[in-house]
T-cell receptor, first 118, second 114 residues
């Protein structure tokens, strides 16, 4: 149980275009989902916390107009990288925490999305 | 502010041997959770083990166990009978109860040698 999927697993796009990444909890309802960014050989950096039905909370230094997050249902959150530039190239990971159950402090991670902006 | 420190950037261990990865953290709070996650070359983050701070008993999951020393703010991971599939990056994570946000350490790259 507690499986999180991400789509796409990798994407290449041209500079200036927008890219949408989906994060789904497959076998549980996730009140809260998190979006991380990971640079090569580095730790995960939290970008934003996404709560179902409300606006996302962004970490300091993360541009909310650049990284649009929508959490429309208890099983789906999306991250849209708007007007992508080469410096946005990275590995993006989502996670979700169970709601209303034991171990709700635990985050379960998706497999990640590798974004390359040319 | 809470911090998590992993002081060993890289480690190696022979197959079937035991290895311990260290993690220390800093907090003035009393209610929190600690985790070890494994990130293999596929980059999928996999939960290895979790520990509630209010529990004195050290968590164990098969070959993985922790040594949780609350007073020393230490949370080390012991991997027994190391297997080649244990080769991965290991991250220690901390979360305050009720905040749900993780603070990650910088990671330890573990290589299991045949």
């Amino acid at each position: 149980g507690a499986v999180v999927s991400q789509h796409p697993s990798w994407v290449i796009c041209k500079s200036g275009t927008s890219v949408k990444i989906e994060c789904r909890s497959l076998d549980f309802q996730a009140t809260t989902m998190f979006w991380y960014r990971q640079f090569p050989k580095q730790s995960l950096m939290l970008m934003a916390t996404s709560n179902e039905g409300s606006k996302a909370t962004y970490e300091q230094g993360v541009e909310k107009d650049k990284f649009l997050i929508n959490h429309a249902s208890l099983t789906l959150s999306t991250l849209t990288v708007t007007s992508a530039h080469p410096e946005d190239s990275s590995f993006y990971i989502c996670s979700a925490r169970l709601s209303g159950r034991a171990y709700q402090e635990t985050q379960y991670f998706g497999p990640g999305t590798r974004l390359l902006v040319l | 502010a809470q911090t998590v420190t992993q002081s060993q950037p890289e480690m190696s261990v022979q197959e079937a041997e035991t290895v311990t990865l260290s993690c220390t953290y800093d907090t003035s709070e009393n209610n929190y959770y600690l985790f070890w996650y494994k990130q293999p070359p596929s980059r999928q983050m996999i939960l290895v083990i979790r520990q509630e701070a209010y529990k004195q008993q050290n968590a164990t999951e098969n070959r993985f166990s922790v040594n949780f020393q609350k007073a020393a703010k230490s949370f080390s991971l012991k991997i027994s009978d190391s297997q080649l599939g244990d080769t991965a990056m290991y991250f220690c994570a901390f979360t305050l109860s009720g905040t749900y946000k993780y603070i990650f350490g910088t990671g330890t790259r573990l290589k299991v040698l045949a």
